[in-house]
Each structure stands twice: as structure tokens, then as C-alpha cells.
């Protein structure tokens, strides 16, 4: 059965009317550069420049370079799977009508620069904030795990290194998870913050009593030692 083609009244919005058109307008603009520039090196070239050091101007240099050099229905073609850092947009490009080549090329632009664009977003938008974090469980000779070594990497690159034994992560986890569960919001129907604030809130607690009854029972040992004055 023959599919039936979409009228210009009865054609959907993918985003909003204006952004529709704007997207149209740069695919087609980028398909002619494809024509002189197969590999869209200007393009790229100018992605890699400004991306070469992040901080929190990157985003808006970048943008602005893209539509300095060629224009702003370009920039925001580019720029709108490109700082978001996903590929799914692109599929919503392909319902506005942007040419298969050029979506190909954005795919391309999104695989080799959209994790260092998403960056630069970070940075801008969160300049204090998290945007890496990497675990390494550390063992003794006899293979029985000691620690975890913690590395945290913020939005400028600043990282800190913590070494500490599983128990102090323990307490670090149920100390988030509170604060996780006290910005909820009321209405919210998912407890799985909560109910995991509860699983971790009982390993902690046990924890605790085992540490004290070492403590004592240390203490104790320590006394029965001690050699009568």
C-alpha cells in the first residue's frame, strides 16, 4: 500500500515552527558546503579550534564563530545535537526534512566533538560542578579488597583524590542519599531514593554497633593486658 505524502497543511512540527524552518534552512545551507567541502573540513576545523581549551566562554565562542563564519542557521543546526550531545536529535532532524548527507555529517560532528561541546555546556552552565567521577577498589596481597580510591573531576578540569576503606564510603553514600531524599519533591510517586536511604540506613547502623562492640571488646582485651602495678 502506497504511503501517503504529507501536504504543506497537514505537515507536523517537530520542535516549534520557527526552529523547523531555521533547521530546514541550515541543512540545506550545510549541503552546499558539503558540495565544495566533502569532508567539511572548514567546519571542523573550526569545531576543533575552539574546543581545544575548555572553560566557561566556550560555548558561547563556539557558537558565535559558527555563525560569524557561515550563519546562524548553520550555528543552530550545528550547535543543537552538537552541545546536547545526542544523536537522537538528529532522528528529529530527519521528520524536519534535513538531507541524508548532511545528516550523516552531523552524526559525524556529534561522534568525534559532542562530548567535549557537552563539556563546555557544563562548564558554562555549572562551572563548580561534577563531570567525571572513576572507583578503583584496591586489594592486599591475599586479594581481599582494603579500599576504594576515589577520583573526582570537575567542570574546569580540578580533580581530588580520595583513598579510604569501604565503611567511610558507606557513610558518604547514606549521607547523600539523605540529602537526596530531603529535596524530593512531595508529590513525587517514585521512593526509590527513599527506600534506599532505609537499605543503606540499617547497613550503617549495624556498622556502627559492630564498631562499638570492637571498640569495647578492644578496650577490654587491652585492660585484661595490663600488667598489675
Known amino acids: 500500500m502506497a504511503m501517503k505524502k504529507k501536504t504543506g497543511d497537514d505537515k507536523k512540527t517537530v520542535f516549534t515552527p520557527e526552529l523547523d524552518k531555521t533547521i530546514k534552512r541550515g541543512g540545506a545551507a550545510i549541503a ?3 558540495k565544495n567541502d566533502p569532508e567539511g573540513k572548514s567546519v571542523r576545523d573550526l569545531i576543533e579550534y575552539h574546543l581545544q581549551e575548555i572553560d ?17 542557521a548553520i550555528e543552530q543546526t550545528i550547535a543543537f545535537p552538537l552541545f546536547t550531545n545526542d544523536p537522537l536529535v538528529l532522528a528529529e532532524y530527519e521528520q524536519v526534512g534535513v538531507p541524508e548527507r548532511v545528516l550523516m555529517f552531523l552524526r559525524y560532528l556529534v561522534s ?25 577498589t584496591n586489594y592486599d596481597e591475599t586479594g581481599t579488597p582494603r579500599s576504594i580510591t576515589m577520583k573526582l ?39 526509590s531514593i527513599k527506600d534506599a536511604l532505609e537499605s543503606i540506613g540499617d547497613k550503617v547502623e549495624g ?22 602495678s
Open 56 to 72: 566557561d566562554g566556550t560555548r558561547d565562542d563556539l557558537a558565535m564563530a559558527l555563525a560569524l563564519a557561515f550563519d546562524e
Open 112 to 136: 568525534l566533538y559532542g562530548a567535549r561541546a557537552e563539556d563546555a555546556v557544563i562548564c558554562l552552565e555549572h562551572p563548580d560542578g561534577l563531570k567525571q567521577t572513576h572507583f578503583t
Open 207 to 228: 556498622r556502627i554497633r559492630d564498631g562499638a562492640r570492637d571498640s569495647i571488646t578492644g578496650s577490654i582485651k587491652d585492660i585484661i593486658r595490663e600488667p598489675k
Open 153 to 191: 573531576t570537575r567542570a574546569d578540569n580540578d580533580s581530588i583524590i580520595i583513598t579510604d576503606e569501604p565503611d567511610s564510603y558507606l557513610f558518604l553514600v547514606y549521607q547523600l542519599l539523605e540529602r537526596l531524599a530531603g529535596i524530593e519533591l512531595p508529590d513525587a510517586p517514585d521512593r
Open 32 to 34: 552546499k558546503i558539503l
